[in-house]
C-alpha cells in the first residue's frame, strides 16, 4: 500500500512535469520547484512519507546541483549511476518510466558516450560502416523521438517504429509488465503509433540538426572511415515499419512506410512478427512473405535514389516458429536477395524460467533474459539455411558482452537490444562493448566478421 502511495504520489510529481508541452529550458534536469507543488501526503504511511521524502530530497540536491554544474553532466552522473537511478524507476508504472526515459534522452539528458569504439568491434554491413555492432531494438524509440541522444550514448544503429501509416494508440494500458526477477518484460503495446508522417516530420527536422551535430558517438571516433552520416545524420539509423491494426492491406501499409519514411532510413525493417496485432505474424507464411517483400522491394526501387542506392530492406520474424518455417522464409530471403533478417522479436511461449511469475500469464510478447536461448537457436537455424550469405541481427535477451558475443557466433553479424537497456540504462552500452572486445580478443577473432557463425561450422 506505502509503495503504491508513494508511487502515485511520484507519478503525480513527475507527470506534471513531463506533461508541460514545451521542451523544458535548458540546465533544470528536476526542477528545484518540485516540493511547492507536491500533493499533500498527511493520509500516507510513514514508510510511505519516508520513501516520498528521500525521492523529493534527490529532486533537491538533483535541482542544487545542477545550479552549480553543467546540464550534462548532472544528467550524466544521474544516468550512469544506474545503482541509484534504477531503484527509482523501479518505483514507476513501467510505461511512464519508458516515456521518461525517451523524454530524457529525446532532450539530451542523458550521458554521451566518451570513450572511442575499440576498432575491433567495427565493421561494414551493407556498404554502412559501423562504429560497433550494438544497435537499439525497435519499440524503445517508437516515434522518433530521441534518436540522437541514444545514438549519443554509444549504440552502434538505432531502430526506430514500429511506425504505422496512420497513427493509433495500441492496447489499452496497462500493457507492459516488468518481470524484475527475471529481467524479462512482457508487452502488448499494439504498435502505438504517432504514424508515419509525425515520425517523417521529426526525421526531416533533425536531418539538419543531426547534420551538423559534430558532437555524436560515431562522428566523434577516431576512425575517420565510420559513416558520418546516414540519410537523417550521424550514425546508422534503422526505420521499423508496421502495419495498422484494422487495416486490410498489409501489403498497402507497408508501401506507404516506405514512400514517406525510406529516404531517412540507413535500413528498413518490414516487422511481420509483433504478436500484438492479430493476424500479422501469418505474412511470415512462404506464400505471403514472398508477395509481400516483392511489393515492398518494388515501392522502395521504384523511388529516385542517389549514388548510395536505396536503403536495405530487413524482414523481422518470431522465434516461435517451426523448422518448415524457417526453410520458408530462408528460402524467401535468398530468392529475393533480401538484405538481411533480424532474429527475433518477443515470444508468444512462456519458458519455464518464468512461469512462477504470476505477470507471466498475461498476455503478450515476452522479452528479456527468458528470450535469450529460444531466440539465438533459432538464429543458428537461420545462419545455417542461408549459409552464412544473408547478413542477420541477433536479437533477444542479450544483457552482456558475452551474450552478444555467443549471437555473433551463433551468426548475428548485428545485434540488438532493448529490456537489458531498461533495466540496465545507459551505463550497460559501453560495459556491453568492452567485454565484447575483450572476448573476441580472448579467442583470437580480429574482428566481428571473423567471429560470425563461428559456433555454426
Ligand atoms: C515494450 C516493448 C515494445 C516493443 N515494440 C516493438 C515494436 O514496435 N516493433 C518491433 O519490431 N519490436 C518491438 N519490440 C521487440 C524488441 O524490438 C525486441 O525484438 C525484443 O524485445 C527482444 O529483444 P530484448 O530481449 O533485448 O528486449 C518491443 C519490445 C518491448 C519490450
Not at 549459409?387 to 555467443?406: N, Q, V
Request: proline letters at 6%; hydrophobic letters at 40%; a positive charge.
Amino acid at each position: 500500500m506505502a509503495a503504491w502511495s508513494s508511487r502515485k504520489l511520484l507519478k503525480e510529481v513527475l507527470l506534471r512535469r513531463v506533461s508541460s508541452n514545451p521542451p523544458l529550458p535548458r540546465f533544470r534536469c528536476f526542477s528545484t520547484s518540485a516540493p511547492e507543488s507536491a500533493p499533500k501526503i498527511s493520509h500516507h504511511s510513514k514508510k510511505g512519507r519516508l520513501l516520498t521524502g528521500a525521492t523529493i530530497g534527490i529532486v533537491i540536491a538533483g535541482g542544487a546541483y545542477v545550479s552549480t554544474v553543467d546540464e550534462a553532466t548532472f544528467c550524466g552522473w544521474l544516468f550512469s549511476a544506474t545503482k541509484l537511478v534504477n531503484p527509482f524507476f523501479a518505483l514507476l508504472d513501467a510505461e511512464f518510466a519508458h516515456t521518461l526515459a525517451v523524454s530524457a534522452a529525446a532532450r539530451g539528458w542523458v550521458p554521451r558516450e566518451k570513450r572511442v569504439d575499440p576498432p575491433i568491434i567495427g565493421l561494414e554491413v551493407w556498404g554502412r560502416k559501423f562504429s560497433n555492432p550494438v544497435g537499439l531494438a525497435a519499440g524503445f524509440d517508437k516515434n522518433a523521438e530521441a534518436v540522437d541522444g541514444l545514438l549519443g550514448m554509444g549504440f552502434g544503429f538505432v531502430e526506430v517504429g514500429s511506425v504505422t501509416p496512420v497513427p493509433q494508440d495500441g492496447n489499452p494500458k496497462p500493457r507492459i509488465f516488468r518481470l524484475r526477477q527475471e529481467g524479462a518484460i512482457i508487452n502488448r503495446c499494439g504498435f502505438n503509433s504517432q504514424g508515419i508522417v509525425a515520425v517523417a516530420k521529426r526525421l526531416g527536422a533533425q536531418h539538419g540538426k543531426r547534420k551538423l551535430d559534430e558532437t555524436s558517438s560515431s562522428s566523434r571516433t577516431s576512425n575517420n572511415d565510420v559513416k558520418h552520416g546516414g540519410k537523417a545524420g550521424p550514425g546508422i539509423l534503422g526505420v521499423n515499419l508496421g502495419k495498422n491494426k484494422t487495416s486490410e492491406d498489409a501489403a498497402a501499409d507497408y508501401v506507404q512506410g516506405v514512400h514517406t519514411l525510406s529516404q531517412y532510413a540507413d535500413y528498413l525493417v518490414i516487422n511481420v512478427s509483433s504478436p500484438n496485432t492479430p493476424g500479422l505474424r501469418m505474412l511470415q507464411g512462404r506464400k505471403q512473405l514472398k508477395d509481400l517483400v516483392k511489393k515492398i522491394q518494388a515501392a522502395r526501387d521504384e523511388m529516385q535514389w542517389g549514388d548510395e542506392g536505396p536503403p536495405p530492406l530487413l524482414v523481422k520474424i518470431a522465434p516461435d516458429l517451426s523448422k518448415d518455417d524457417l526453410e520458408d522464409i530462408a528460402a524467401v530471403a535468398v530468392a529475393l536477395n533480401l538484405d538481411g533478417l533480424i532474429i527475433s522479436n518477443t515470444t508468444i511461449s512462456r519458458p519455464d524460467t518464468v512461469s512462477s511469475n504470476p505477470l507471466a500469464s498475461e498476455a503478450g510478447g515476452l522479452s528479456g533474459k527468458p528470450l535469450f536461448d529460444l531466440s539465438t537457436n533459432i538464429l543458428k537455424q537461420m545462419y545455417m539455411l542461408t549459409r552464412g550469405k544473408i547478413p542477420l541481427i541477433g536479437c533477444g535477451g542479450i544483457s552482456s558482452g558475452e551474450d552478444a558475443y555467443k549471437k555473433i557466433r551463433s551468426g548475428a553479424t548485428l545485434v540488438q537490444l532493448y529490456t537489458a537497456f531498461a533495466y540496465g540504462g545507459p551505463a550497460l552500452i559501453p560495459q556491453i562493448k568492452a567485454e565484447l572486445a575483450e572476448c573476441l580478443e580472448r579467442d583470437g577473432f580480429k574482428s566481428i566478421l571473423e567471429a560470425v557463425g563461428a559456433d555454426c561450422r
